[in-house]
């Protein structure tokens, strides 16, 4: 791999293995050369063969000498490489196709359903440009970022934070489960087609990245397994999580790029940022019904964030070997020694995971409390309005105690009851 490059402007030779790439009197130097190459004049870097006049394996081949610095991935660490602009930021045709193709699609729905919808949308300052921006009734903007091929991580934040302060939202396309963007800011993941079946009307599902959020108590008659315990018990408990539609109870239909066109830029959908507690990346970002996310908030107490970065990511910390510079020119060899597979980001699981503190139980000394967040979970697990939430006039335990079809006990103390007679 390429541990090397020569800095055009300043006339420098720098060691991508060094943590003060060799120059300690540039503590700057990192920031300027990791600098998107949209955002900086594409011959600043170049290869260091070419410059000393000996063979650029690249150049030969009828490409480019100039170079643009990544980070690699070699067995779990993350060194600084050197690599020619071609590898990696210039789209294959297919992919351009397959990215026009989406674009035009986006702006051809957004227009049918009579939304404004606009391509190639430069923001205020110049900085960034939205392939799609659809604008909805009520002023909400999305800007649609259509990204097949690879894009790094501090790429998709700067462009996500610079559409966030010009008043849009953005929503990232991504074909690839391993995609840098996914869960760095909000995303849509689809299948990954030939562009004339895009541009031909073909379904486009949504299959990752757009989710509904599940509630329910904790019992043996739940469809599902206790995610605080293993194997198949039950604890008693309200579970709340964000499920693919798949996986929801009962199974919720397939949700198409159509739909979150309109959806998204009529408010009808909203991106929602769930932390997570313990390690690892900082949370997930999502699209959800805005029901969903009103009810959600509600539980929690969380509100719903922009599309922010944290400062760093674990697993992006850079690793310096601290090793002399390798003058060959590695063109051609790049994809194979700089890149082991990107981990898959898309893993489709639930996430999310809430489980309120055990409700509170009856006692003959005081009347029982039930808290406007305990209400509001009981009735989105029992499936019934907040108001005909009651407490058991056995056990204590929240269940449908008003309305029509209402009862006095729970099922289990009704059970116990009859058994008892």
Not at 125 to 139: C, E, F, H, K, M
Not at 214 to 221: E, G, H, L
Request: aromatic share 4%; with cysteine.
């Amino acid at each position: 791999m390429a541990n090397g490059v020569w800095h055009t402007k300043y006339r420098i030779e720098i060691n991508l293995s060094l943590p003060d790439l060799g120059h300690p009197d540039r503590p700057d130097l990192l920031g300027e050369i990791m600098t998107s190459v949209a955002d900086r004049d594409p011959g600043l870097l170049e290869c260091l063969a070419h410059h000393e006049g000996r063979a650029c394996l690249s150049e030969t081949g009828g490409k480019s000498p100039w170079m643009f610095v990544r980070r690699g991935r070699v067995g779990g660490r993350r060194p600084l490489v050197a690599s020619h602009l071609p590898v990696t930021h210039r789209a294959t045709p297919a992919e351009s196709e397959q990215h026009k193709a989406t674009k035009e699609r986006i702006v051809a729905t957004a227009s049918r359903y009579g939304l404004d919808a606009k391509a190639e949308v430069a923001t205020a300052n110049r900085r960034s440009i939205s392939d799609a921006l659809v604008t909805g009734p009520g002023g909400i903007r999305i800007g649609w970022e259509i990204q097949y091929h690879h894009l790094g991580p501090s790429s998709v934040h700067r462009r996500s934070v610079t559409a966030v302060e010009n008043q849009m939202t953005p929503l990232w396309v991504a074909k690839d489960k391993a995609a840098a963007l996914i869960d760095r800011a909000p995303w849509a993941r689809v299948d990954d087609m030939p562009w004339r079946e895009i541009a031909g009307g073909k379904e486009m599902v949504i299959r990752g990245g757009y989710r509904y959020l599940q509630v329910w108590k904790c019992v043996p008659s739940s469809p599902r397994h206790c995610p605080r315990t293993e194997g198949a018990g039950h604890c008693e408990q309200i579970h709340a999580e964000w499920f693919l539609p798949a996986l929801c109870h009962p199974e919720k239909g397939p949700v198409h790029i159509e739909d979150l066109v309109l959806s998204s830029a009529t408010g009808e959908s909203v991106p929602v940022y769930v932390p997570n507690r313990g390690g690892g990346r900082a949370g997930r970002h999502m699209w959800v019904p805005a029901a969903d996310c009103r009810l959600w908030q509600e539980l929690t107490g969380q509100p719903a964030p922009l599309p922010d970065a944290p400062p760093s990511e674990e697993d992006d910390a850079i690793t310096f070997t601290e090793q002399e510079i390798d003058r060959t020119c590695r063109a051609g060899e790049e994809g194979r020694h700089t890149s082991d597979a990107r981990p898959v980001r898309d893993l489709g699981q639930p996430t999310g995971g809430r489980t309120l503190d055990r409700l509170p139980t009856k006692r003959a000394d005081r009347p029982m409390v039930i808290t406007p967040v305990e209400r509001v979970a009981a009735a989105a697990a029992l499936g019934c309005p907040p108001w005909e939430v009651g407490p058991c006039s056995q056990c204590g335990q929240l269940m449908r105690r008003y309305g029509r079809n209402a009862a006095m006990a729970c099922d289990l103390c009704r059970i116990a009851l009859n058994q008892s007679c």
